[in-house]
């Protein structure tokens, strides 16, 4: 066994993860689509130890390597149970973890994070790449599903369903088949007031979650449909319709969660003018006040332009879609 170092990407959500039939498993409530991101990227270094105990190091906001909080090295290290469980490898390991990212530019960072983990921890228990399916189904032992999404390339979408007990995510397109870009308006840099982990629990209590379901297979329908299609006018409002009802599942919740900020309504407001005057710009939200605009490649310079001077957006991030984790030779140092 010897050290192994793994980057792996974030993703956006078209249809979303929102609700789970086991929370603890990371078993979604529905079926989700998302598009795997390029340069939002995770990295981490898995070394197998002699000692007793798993050692976690982040990379902060400082820049330095450091032991990890509390709260992120039990989730680690409880990652690492189940992926010893699963793999039949009982080594402690130290990880050191960090994000291309910037730290505070609200980007959520469990799925590339925990998909990075498994990777590495595969390459340096096993000794070889561990196959898409697998990494998939190891990622979301994590107990992030979106991390699940994150093993593969391009559009991937997550069936969730009770036909396969594992879970794994597939492929519906890979990343050559639509160039896809998206621009992140940063309205939010502080961790959101309620965990996705919450927010999951507390789905089901929402007056509206049964009618969210049955309109969800429709609304996958027209994703898969717009996706294989390329065709950015039929995709729009689906993403839309679909990012604000996840939100209106949260604000109805018992007790509601509530993640807007007054100017992610002013970023909608402006996605939905750059519409009207003829920009490809859809706009979609995770569990946070951050907004991610789609946007077509010859669509993107006037959606960053717009999105900078859009009042309480403190920063616009530019990613594309990509094409998935892989091993690399840089140590996280
Ligand atoms: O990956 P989790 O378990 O933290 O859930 C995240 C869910 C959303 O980001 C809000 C939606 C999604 O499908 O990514």
Redesign the pocket.
């Known amino acids: 066994m010897r050290p192994a170092t793994a980057e792996a990407p974030a ?3 078209l ?4 609700g789970a039939r086991d929370l603890d498993s ?1 078993l979604p409530a529905n079926p ?1 689509i ?1 598009m795997t991101l390029s340069s939002c990227l995770s990295r981490c270094t898995c070394e197998p130890l002699d000692g007793a105990e798993d050692r976690v190091e982040f990379r902060g906001a400082d820049g330095r390597l450091a032991p990890a909080d509390e709260a992120f090295a039990a989730r680690v290290r409880r990652h690492l149970d189940r992926l010893r469980a699963r793999t039949g490898a009982g080594v402690r390991c130290r990880i050191r973890t960090e994000n291309t990212f910037p730290a505070g530019a609200g980007m ?1 960072s ?2 590339s994070g925990f998909c990075a983990l498994a990777l590495a921890f595969g390459a340096a228990v096993e000794g070889r790449p561990t196959p898409p399916r697998e990494l998939s189904i190891r990622a979301r032992l994590s ?5 699940t ?1 994150s093993a593969l390339g391009g559009y991937v979408e997550w069936p969730g369903d009770e036909g396969d007990a594992d879970c794994p995510a597939r492929a519906l397109f890979d990343a050559e088949h639509w160039d896809l870009r998206d621009v992140v308006a940063v309205v939010q840099t502080e961790p959101k007031s309620v ?3 919450d ?2 629990r507390r789905a089901a209590t929402s007056p509206y979650f049964e009618r969210r379901l049955a309109e969800l297979p429709a609304r996958l329908d027209a994703v898969r449909e717009a996706l294989a299609a390329r065709d950015f006018a039929a995709l729009a409002p689906t993403v839309e319709e679909e990012a604000i009802d ?1 939100h209106l599942i949260a604000l109805s919740s018992r007790p509601p969660v509530f993640y807007w900020k007054p100017s992610t309504l002013a970023v909608l407001e402006r996605v939905r003018r750059l519409r009207d005057e003829g920009v490809d710009a859809a706009a979609t939200m ?2 946070g006040a951050n907004v991610h605009v789609l946007c077509t490649a010859a669509s993107e310079e006037a959606v960053a332009a717009a999105l900078v001077r859009v009042e309480g957006v403190s920063r616009v991030l530019r990613d594309r879609v990509g094409a998935g984790p892989r091993l690399v030779e840089d140590e996280v140092a």
């Open positions: 993703n956006i959500a249809i979303k993860y929102w990371a989700s998302s959520a469990s799925a107990g992030s599903g979106s991390a999404r965990s996705s982990l927010g999951h996840l995770d569990a």
